[in-house]
């Protein structure tokens, strides 16, 4: 790879210091110098998928959605199991992926902060759509790293040295990836 990759980071919580937003905000904060992170901030935007509106009328959240990811070299998800699924907000910004073709071949990966044993059901389902849309999901680069929300520091970033030996291999394996890195 050379130059900077962008990476697009996606929170499936809308929670106020939510750990997987914690987990994103410090993969940014200690990202290699090849990757250029970008924290999305829109999914408590977007509005509900209506596929009457995918096309001429796509509203503004959802076109910047599909705007930022479109000019992301990949896209790193931590997401929180709801009621052992992917949370509605998330899927909804999924949805609003589908007819866009912005997820085609785009390295995707995924790291679940839950406690051990939990998680599972939010990171098939992730799998399940990243797959229907054609993303070209890193498995090397996806892991379980469980944060305790105690582990949170007044910065919303995660600390501990476990964590980020960890997160320098998702790192790693995600822009090491062959393909559009």
């Known amino acids: 790879m050379s130059g900077q990759a962008r990476i697009l980071l996606v929170s499936g919580s809308t929670r106020s210091r939510s750990t997987n937003t914690a987990a994103l905000a410090t993969a940014a904060a200690i990202a290699p110098s090849q990757a250029s992170p970008v924290l999305y901030d829109g999914l408590a935007d977007l509005p509900a998928f209506n596929p009457d509106l995918d096309g001429d009328l796509l509203p503004a959240a959802a076109a910047r959605l599909r705007r930022e990811i479109a000019e992301s070299d990949a896209v790193l998800f931590c997401t929180p199991e709801y ?76 600390i501990g040295l476990e964590f980020a030996v960890e997160i320098a291999e998702v790192w790693d394996a995600l822009l090491s990836h062959p393909g559009k890195l």
Request: aromatic share 6%.
């Open 83 to 158: 009621a052992g699924t992917l949370p509605g907000s998330l899927k909804n910004l999924l949805d609003w992926t589908v007819g866009g073709g912005e997820f085609d071949h785009k390295p995707a990966a995924w790291i679940n902060v839950a406690a051990p044993g939990r998680g599972k059901g939010a990171e098939d389902s992730l799998m399940a759509v990243l797959g229907y849309v054609g993303a070209d999901v890193v498995e090397a680069a996806c892991r379980r790293i469980p944060v305790d929300r105690e582990a949170i520091g007044p910065d919303g970033t995660v």
